[in-house]
C-alpha cells in the first residue's frame, strides 16, 4: 500500500506507522419485547425509516489502524533481510491456500507467530485453520519445527535461513475476513500470514502464486520492479487488505487526490456510474472538513454478495474493505453512503488520530483501550455531519437518527451501570451472546455517536460558539497525528477540548464518559432549540429477540414465553437466513421493524443443521418513540446555534 515507501510529504509523516487493522463488525439486537435494536456495535445505521424506530442498524466497523511510530512491540532483534512470502492459491474450492516463508539467515531457533486477532476486536484464533506446518533449510532437508502455543511455531537449525511452509484454510469472508472461493479472494493479510516474532520490522515481500488468469490483483501495496508486493514491515503490510479476482474498477480525481473504486459482485447488482458521485461527495466533504489529506491515493474495496448476511466495513490507512448485501444496496439509498463515510473518516479517527492504548498491536492477545466510544462512536457522529454536509442526508433525517440513537441507549437498561469507556473495553466480549443482552451492555457505537453530539454542543457552548467539534478534531491531528504521537485515550480527547474551548472539561468527562450519569436530553439540546419527545406508538409484537454478531446470521437469542413465536417452535439459538423470503442480512432489524400488527412473518431458520420455516401472525404492543422537535418559542439564537451545528461547523472563528 502506499503506506509503504513512500516519499511524498504528506505520507512520509505516516511511513513508520505500524498499522494493523481491525475490523468491523456489525451486530445488532433488539430487546426482548422483539422490537427494536440495541445494536451494538455498528456502524451505521442505515437511513431508519421511521416508524421503525426499530430498525436502526449499525454496524460497526472497528478498526485498527496506523500508527506512525515504529511499532514491534515483539521485535526482539533486528533483521533487515526481507521476509519473504509466497501466498500460493492452492485449492479454490477447499479454501486451501499454501504459504511459503523465506527467512534469511539468523538465529538457529526462529518463532513464527500468527496472530491471533486482527481486523475485529475480538480474539478469532486464526491458527485453527492452520492444517499443517512444514520448514526446510536451503538444501531441501526438513528441519524441525515444534508447536509452543496455540498459535506460534519454533523451527530450529535455521541459522542459514529456512523456509516455513503451511497450509491454512482462508474461509472467512467479509470485510474483516481472510476468504478464497472460485469466484475470488480477499484477504486481511494477517489472518494467513505468520511473522517471525524477532523480526516483525523487517521488509516484506509478498508473491501470489495459481492466480486464475482471468483474475486481476487490487490493493494499496506497493509493486516491486521483479513484481512482489512489498511493505516496510509487517505492521503495514497487514494494512493493506488484497482482493483478487474478475474485478470491476473505475477511479476519479477529487481535491488532488486519486481514489479508485473496485467492485467484485455480479454486475447486474449494482451501478458504478451511482457509486461514483455518492463517493466523491464524501471525500470531498470530509477532506474539507479536517482540512487536510494525508494521501494522494486511496482504494475502496467492495463486495455486494447476494447471498451474504454478511456487512460493513473495515477501515485501513489508505483503504478500506466495504460489503453491503446487493438487495440493500438496492432498497436503501444510504446504505453505500453510510458504510463509506464511516470507514473513510476512520482515515484520520483511528488510523491517525490513534489511541495510544492501540499501539503496539499485540498479535497474541487483546490490546485493551477505552477509547473506542471516541474512536468508533463519534466516527459515527462524524459520519452523520459529513452526510448533511455532502446533502447526502437533510435535517429531517438527521434528527430522525438521533432521536433513534437516544432511544436505543435508554432502552438499555445497561446505560446506568457500564460507562462508555467501560464499554470500549469490553469490546471483546461482543463475541459472545450473553454480553449483548441490555441488561449486561451498552453499544460504544451507540454511545459515542451521541457523546459526540453532546462534547459538540458542550464545546460550542462554553466556547461562545467559537469552537465545536470539528475544531477538536483538527487540533488532534495536528497535535498528535501530524505529530507522530499517539493520543492518551479519553485524557487525550478531553485535552483537545479543553485546548479549544479554554474550559474546564473534567465534569463532562466524568458523569459521561467515565460514568454513567443519567443524561437529561432536554438540556443537551436547549441550545439548538431542540427538546425530545416521547410518545407511544403501536407496533408489531414480534415475540422475539435477535442478534448479529461479526457478519453472522442473527440468532435468536430470546423467545417469550406463551408467545406466538414459541408457539411456531421458534426456539432461542436458532439462526434466521431469511425473513420474508429475503436474506437475513445487515438490515434485518430494520426489516423487521417494518412488520406492522396484523402482518405475517415467516421466518427461514437453521438449527443443529437443519434448516425449517416457521410463520405466523403478529399481534401488537405499545412501546415509547422518541422524537426531538423544536421547543416552543425558539429564539433566533437557537436557530443560528441549530444551524451551525447541522453544518458541522463553529458560527465564529477558532480560537488558537
Ligand atoms: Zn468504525
Redesign the pocket.
Same mark, same amino acid.
Given at each position: 500500500m502506499s503506506h509503504s515507501c513512500n516519499t511524498s510529504t504528506h505520507e512520509s509523516a505516516f511511513s513508520a506507522y505500524s498499522a494493523n487493522s481491525l475490523g468491523?463488525l456489525r451486530l445488532r439486537a433488539f430487546d426482548r419485547k422483539g422490537r427494536k435494536e440495541s445494536a451494538r456495535c455498528s456502524?451505521r445505521r442505515a437511513h431508519r425509516p421511521r416508524h421503525s424506530s426499530l430498525a436502526r442498524f449499525l454496524l460497526?466497523?472497528?478498526?485498527i489502524a496506523p500508527l506512525k511510530q515504529p511499532v514491534c512491540a515483539q521485535t526482539t532483534a533486528t533483521s533487515t533481510a526481507p521476509i519473504q512470502y509466497t501466498v500460493t492459491l492452492a485449492d479454490l474450492s477447499a479454501h486451501k491456500v499454501h504459504v511459503t516463508i523465506n527467512l534469511a539467515p539468523g538465529a538457529s531457533e526462529r518463532d513464527l507467530q500468527l496472530p491471533v486477532w486482527n481486523a475485529l476486536y475480538q480474539v478469532r484464533d486464526f491458527s485453527q485453520y492452520v492444517n499443517w506446518v512444514k520448514a526446510k533449510n536451503r538444501e531441501g532437508t526438513a528441519l524441525p519445527i515444534r508447536l509452543l502455543d496455540k498459535s506460534r511455531w519454533r523451527v530450529s537449525g535455521a541459522a542459514n535461513g529456512a523456509e516455513i511452509e503451511y497450509e491454512i484454510l482462508a474461509m472467512l469472508p467479509g470485510p474483516y475476513g481472510a476468504e478464497l472461493t472460485p469466484k475470488h479472494a480477499f484477504v486481511n493479510l494477517a489472518e494467513i500470514l505468520m511473522y517471525p516474532v524477532d523480526a516483525r520490522s523487517a521488509p516484506v515481500q509478498v508473491r501470489f502464486h495459481a492466480v486464475p488468469p482471468n483474475w486481476k490483483i487490487a490493493t494499496t501495496l506497493e509493486k516491486s520492479p521483479s513484481g512482489d508486493f512489498i511493505a516496510p514491515n509487517y505492521d503495514l503490510l497487514v494494512d493493506s487488505p488484497v482482493e483478487i479476482s474478475a474485478f470491476e474498477e473505475t477511479d476519479f480525481d477529487e481535491g488532488g487526490a486519486h481514489y479508485r473504486i473496485v467492485v467484485d459482485a455480479d454486475r447486474g447488482d449494482y451501478d458504478l456510474g451511482k457509486l461514483v458521485p455518492v463517493t466523491k461527495k464524501i471525500v470531498a466533504a470530509e477532506t474539507a472538513w479536517m482540512n487536510d489529506r494525508p494521501f494522494r491515493t486511496y482504494l475502496f474495496l467492495c463486495h455486494f454478495p447476494r447471498d451474504s448476511g454478511g456487512g460493513g466495513?473495515m +477501515?485501513h490507512a489508505y483503504s478500506t474493505a466495504i460489503e453491503v448485501n446487493a438487495q440493500v444496496l438496492t432498497d436503501n439509498p444510504l446504505a453505500f453512503a453510510d458504510v463509506t463515510a !464511516? +470507514?473513510f473518516f !476512520?482515515l484520520w479517527n483511528?488510523k491517525r488520530i490513534r489511541p495510544q492504548s492501540l499501539e503496539p498491536v499485540d498479535y497474541t492477545k487483546e490490546n485493551y483501550t477505552n477509547a473506542l466510544w471516541f474512536s +468508533?462512536g463519534v466516527?459515527n457522529t462524524v459520519e452523520d455531519y459529513i452526510l448533511l454536509r455532502a446533502g447526502l442526508l437533510d435535517e429531517n433525517q438527521f434528527l430522525h437518527r438521533l432521536a433513534g440513537q437516544i432511544e436505543e441507549l435508554e432502552d438499555r437498561p445497561a446505560h446506568l451501570s457500564q460507562s462508555a469507556e467501560e464499554s470500549s473495553l469490553d469490546a471483546w466480549l461482543e463475541k459472545y451472546q450473553q454480553y449483548w443482552t441490555p441488561q449486561r451492555s451498552i453499544s460504544y457505537y451507540n454511545e459515542g455517536d451521541l457523546l459526540g453530539v453532546m462534547l459538540d454542543l458542550a464545546v460550542r457552548d462554553v466556547s461562545d460558539d467559537k469552537a465545536s467539534l470539528r475544531e477538536v478534531f483538527q487540533w488532534m491531528n495536528r497535535n498528535y497525528a501530524q505529530m507522530g504521537k499517539f493520543f492518551p485515550d479519553s485524557d487525550g480527547v478531553r485535552q483537545a477540548a479543553e485546548a479549544v474551548s479554554h474550559t474546564d472539561l473534567e465534569s463532562f468527562f466524568t458523569k459521561y464518559v467515565a460514568g454513567t450519569e443519567q443524561i437529561v436530553w432536554n438540556d443537551i439540546f436547549k441550545s439548538v432549540g431542540l427538546h425530545l419527545i416521547r410518545q407511544p406508538e403501536t407496533v408489531a409484537d414480534l415475540g422475539f429477540s435477535a442478534t448479529r454478531t461479526f457478519g453472522s446470521q442473527p440468532v435468536v437469542m430470546d423467545v417469550r414465553a406463551a408467545s406466538d413465536a414459541e408457539r411456531a417452535g421458534l426456539v432461542e439459538g436458532d439462526s434466521i437466513l431469511e425473513i420474508n423470503n429475503r436474506v437475513a442480512s445487515s438490515d434485518f432489524q430494520e426489516r423487521l421493524g417494518q412488520l406492522h400488527p396484523g402482518d405475517t412473518i415467516q421466518l427461514k431458520i437453521q438449527s443443529s443443521g437443519r434448516q425449517r420455516t416457521l410463520q405466523w401472525k403478529l399481534g401488537s404492543r405499545e412501546e415509547i418513540e422518541f422524537e426531538l422537535k423544536d421547543v416552543d418559542n425558539i429564539t433566533p439564537r437557537q436557530k443560528a446555534r441549530r444551524a451551525a451545528w447541522l453544518k458541522g461547523e463553529a458560527q465564529g472563528e477558532a480560537r488558537p
Open positions: 468491523s456502524q460497526l466497523a472497528i478498526c466495513g +477501515e !464511516h +470507514e !476512520h483511528v +468508533e466516527t
